[in-house]
């Protein structure tokens, strides 16, 4: 069974810029749940996907957003980039929404210039 | 809220030594936990699990026992390779309607040949 996959892998964007990521889950997985890796924050939970409907939100601007397609396949937006956007995003997916595990996906490397 | 709480490291072994790394975390209601593990360049893997008071939770060779008393969830492995040079996670999905998994910081390993 394929895994998590994450497009695209790498994406250099400009202060001021918006960006958009996509996500993947394993077939069969209706939860997903994006994070943010930095090396001063660590891990951070951005939020999570299920159904279509946002189920929940980390701590983060409302310039992060989010959605979910009917086939579980999600997408991350982040609008108006500024330099500490520079990130590791990263995707995970779960059968369904509850304390499940989470399988994630290579991520994509955000660097804002 | 919830917190998770490991040993920074960096740890530094050699081939065939024992590995303890230490994890203790705050959480209401009855967590799940969990060890991943992130190799260079990739996304996280899920190493191992433990869904309530007493399991221990097994992969590969590493081990970690769910301790409600102490609220602790160390990782363990008898006798740890090169290829085990990775950085470990210790993660919970707390109790209640949020299901985001909250991680330490981080636990990087270098094990010499």
């Known amino acids: 069974k394929a895994g998590v996959t994450q497009t695209p892998r790498y994406l250099i964007k400009t202060r001021g810029q918006q960006v958009t990521l996509s996500c993947s889950p394993i077939?069969?997985?209706?939860?997903v749940s994006w994070y943010q890796q930095t090396p001063g924050q660590g891990l951070q939970f951005l939020f999570e996907y299920f159904s279509e409907t946002q189920r929940n939100k980390g701590n983060f601007p409302g310039r992060f957003s989010g959605r979910q397609f009917s086939n579980s396949r999600s997408e991350m937006n982040v609008s108006t980039l500024e330099l500490g956007d520079s990130a590791l995003y990263l995707c995970?997916?779960?059968?369904?929404?509850?304390?499940?595990?989470?399988?994630f996906g290579p991520g994509t490397r955000l660097t804002v210039t | 809220g919830n917190s998770v709480t490991q040993m920074e490291g960096p740890v530094t072994l050699s081939e065939e030594a024992f590995l303890t790394i230490n994890c203790t975390y705050t959480?209401?209601?009855?967590?799940?936990l969990f060890w991943y593990v992130q190799y260079p360049g990739e996304g996280l893997q899920l190493l191992l699990k433990a869904t309530k008071a007493d399991d221990k939770g097994s992969n590969k060779g590493f081990e970690a026992t769910y301790r409600k008393e102490t609220t602790s969830f160390h990782l363990e492995k008898g006798s740890v390779q090169v290829s085990d040079s990775a950085v470990y996670f210790c993660a919970l999905v707390g109790g209640g309607s949020n299901y985001k998994l909250t991680f330490g910081k981080g636990t990087l390993l270098t094990v010499n040949p």
């Open positions: 995970a997916s779960s059968l369904r929404t509850g304390p499940y595990e989470q399988y």
């Open positions: 959480a209401t209601g009855y967590p799940s």
């Open positions: 077939s069969g997985h209706r939860s």
